[in-house]
């Protein structure tokens, strides 16, 4: 087995344990990114308070909305990543080596190579995999309305939004988000905010970027020391891989924003506000009807969620791949004692 493969399966279950162990506080941020209330300014609802009110007007069950999708799309994320960042990594060290041999560098990988190796990794991901976080925003922002909570002389509902019937409870599962985008804007549809999310690659970029010459640091000190011992925790990981998304996170939040409300659906209520045709026309609606703060709605939570997933990915991924590298070379070793004299 390829070391490509081991990241890239490794990637792809560590994904999903982090998708699992936080998925409540993306659903609550998606919703709080896509909110395009200005009066809600006034009252902003913190991430717990907005989980209670979901869980008390909507169940549970609204909060692990798109869940199914959201997994299958983060362990094919983190699989298609991770296998090509390790393609791409491996072919960095390679000419980071060949250029040592003509007396260039000192044979390793440098930050700006990382970052390199980072951005094609992320382009890769983000074509590949685009079309699943469209159905997966479109589940994760879609609402009941229940009946007796809406007034008696409204009969307007929002796009996004689904009255609660007794007899005929609302089901809007996968297949019924993928027609509903593909007859609003065909195969194109399945790409919105691709635009924003390829640049959005910066931001894994900068994450592993800071995570691998953090990681660096870390064993040339503890190569240094007296002891000699260069083995990293996995506490140690998980604090380095969340201190690396909170820099990241930090830096790029307003484009997962944009991103979020172009793959939301678009609310049909005449209101040029809540409808964004493109890229820039999202961002100059944003800053004329809501200001910059609209760029930063929900980040708080975002950093919480965002931060543990992270830290808790990278803590999985590097102890299933030590994991599944200490199983392949005992394999490897049982095999050649096997082996008949």
């Given at each position: 087995m390829s070391d490509a493969l081991i990241n890239g399966l490794a990637g792809a279950g560590g994904g999903i344990i982090a998708q699992l162990i936080t998925y409540p506080l993306q659903t609550v941020n998606t919703r709080q990114q896509t909110d395009r209330d200005p009066k809600k300014v006034k009252r902003k609802l913190g991430a717990i308070e907005q989980m209670c009110q979901v869980v008390k007007h909507e169940g549970w069950e609204r909060l692990y909305g798109g869940l199914m999708p959201s997994l299958v799309g983060t362990a094919a994320s983190q699989g298609v990543y991770y296998y090509f960042y390790q393609i791409f990594r491996d072919k960095a060290e390679a000419v980071a080596l060949e250029h040592k041999r003509k007396g260039f560098g000192d044979g390793s990988v440098g930050m700006f190579s990382s970052l390199v190796v980072a951005a094609l990794s992320g382009c890769v991901n983000v074509l590949l995999t685009n079309p699943i976080w469209v159905v997966v925003t479109r589940m994760q922002t879609h609402t009941k309305v229940s009946k007796k909570s809406q007034p008696n002389n409204s009969l307007l509902v929002a796009a996004d939004e689904t009255v609660l019937d007794a007899n005929e409870p609302p089901s809007y599962g996968t297949n019924r988000v993928i027609l509903e985008v593909y007859n609003e804007a065909g195969v194109r549809g399945f790409w919105n905010g691709v635009?924003?999310?390829?640049?959005?690659?910066?931001?894994p970029s900068m994450q592993f970027m800071l995570y691998e010459t953090m990681l660096k640091k870390l064993k040339k000190q503890r190569a240094s020391s007296k002891k000699g011992d260069n083995v990293i925790t996995a506490l140690e990981i998980f604090l380095l891989g969340a201190s690396a998304k909170l820099g990241a996170t930090v830096i790029t939040y307003p484009l997962l924003v944009v991103k979020s409300r172009l793959q939301a659906k678009q609310l049909k209520t005449g209101d040029i506000r809540h409808h964004y045709e493109g890229t820039l026309d999202a961002i100059l609606k944003m800053i004329r009807y809501e200001g910059f703060y609209g760029f930063y709605k929900g980040m708080s939570t975002k950093i919480v969620q965002s931060v543990l997933a992270a830290a808790v990915?990278?803590?999985?991924?590097?102890?299933?791949?030590?994991?599944?590298r200490l199983l392949l070379t005992k394999g490897g070793v049982n095999t050649v004692r096997s082996k008949p004299p």
């Open positions: 635009i924003p999310t390829l640049i959005m690659v910066s931001n990915l990278f803590m999985v991924k590097e102890e299933l791949v030590r994991g599944a």
